[in-house]
């Protein structure tokens, strides 16, 4: 618990009072239900393109699109970390020019908008397995990571080459070859050892395009997320969108696993 309130008394100037964060050691009542860290599976850009009669490549660029309008709407609402699903390690099964086309955009995206975030004190960080994508890609994201780790307005995690299984098999591994002791293995060792160590679980996770699957995204952080799926394709989702989800975590009780 103190990990997630140091995150949000100390990385942002401008967050709420600890007394309004969400705990699990405040009774449910006196919990304000308000999203800080937000997830989205940005899915259905395909399906956008193919109604159009366009490449699947065009629904990505659109998604791109949708993302930039989706992570202004998050400042004005004041949420303080954006988790995006933008590639999982299973999409490496999609067709060479899809998965070529999605690489290419992630780049030539970073390139282009990572001056403008870092203006608007985006903090960005990767999610997922830098080291399998190509070194121009890692160069990229890790001199973005360490230009924008200093802002504070919003943290932007892209979950890119993610798995949720690749990341505990990653931790496994690494907590094996640091010899730890399995007594001492508990929730906030594993917690630890993940590639959000130090970032607080999400409060909700957002589905588009109608689809009702977890897909390998944020396994362990979400244990207690609220989700929210919308019909919605990602490429459409915008303001509203992401208004109505917000009313509707704002009408659920958090229990985590407890009686109300
Ligand atoms: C799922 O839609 C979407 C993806 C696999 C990629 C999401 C990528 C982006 C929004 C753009 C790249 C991101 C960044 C950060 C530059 P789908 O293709 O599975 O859609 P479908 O289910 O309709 O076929």
Redesign the pocket.
């Known amino acids: 618990m103190a990990r997630l309130q140091n995150y949000f008394t100390s990385a942002k100037g401008n967050s709420a009072p600890q007394s309004q964060s969400i705990t699990t050691e405040q009774p449910a009542s006196e919990q304000t239900p308000r999203v800080r860290h937000l997830a989205i599976i ?7 393109a193919t109604r159009r009669h366009l490449p ?1 490549l065009a ?2 660029k659109a ?2 699109n ?2 930039r309008r989706v992570l202004e709407c998050a400042i004005d609402e004041s949420i303080e970390m954006l988790s ?1 699903y ?3 390690t299973e ?1 490496w099964g999609r067709p060479h020019t899809e998965v070529d086309g ?1 690489m290419r ?2 780049w030539e ?1 970073i390139r282009s908008d990572i001056e403008k975030l870092h203006r608007e004190g985006v903090r960005l960080r990767h999610l997922g397995r830098l080291k399998d994508l190509s070194p121009d890609i890692q160069k990229a994201v890790q001199d973005s990571v360490d230009l924008t780790q200093n802002n504070t307005r919003i943290g932007l995690n ?1 979950c ?1 080459n993610y798995g949720g299984r690749a990341e505990l098999v990653d931790a496994v591994r690494q907590i094996i070859a640091d010899g730890r002791n399995p007594e001492t293995i508990d929730e906030d060792m594993i917690s630890s050892y993940l590639y959000t160590r130090d970032l607080p679980d999400p409060d909700m996770v957002i589905r588009t ?1 109608g689809e009702m699957r977890v897909s390998n995204f944020l396994l362990w952080q979400s244990a207690y997320s609220e989700y929210y799926a919308t019909p919605t ?2 490429p459409d989702f915008g303001k509203e969108d992401l208004c109505a989800a917000l009313d509707s975590f704002h009408r659920r009780q958090r229990r985590f696993g407890r009686l109300g």
């Open positions: 940005m899915d259905g850009n395909g399906r956008w699947r629904g990505h998604g791109v949708a993302l995006v933008a590639f999982s999409n999605l955009l992630f995206t892209v890119f395009a394709l990602w």
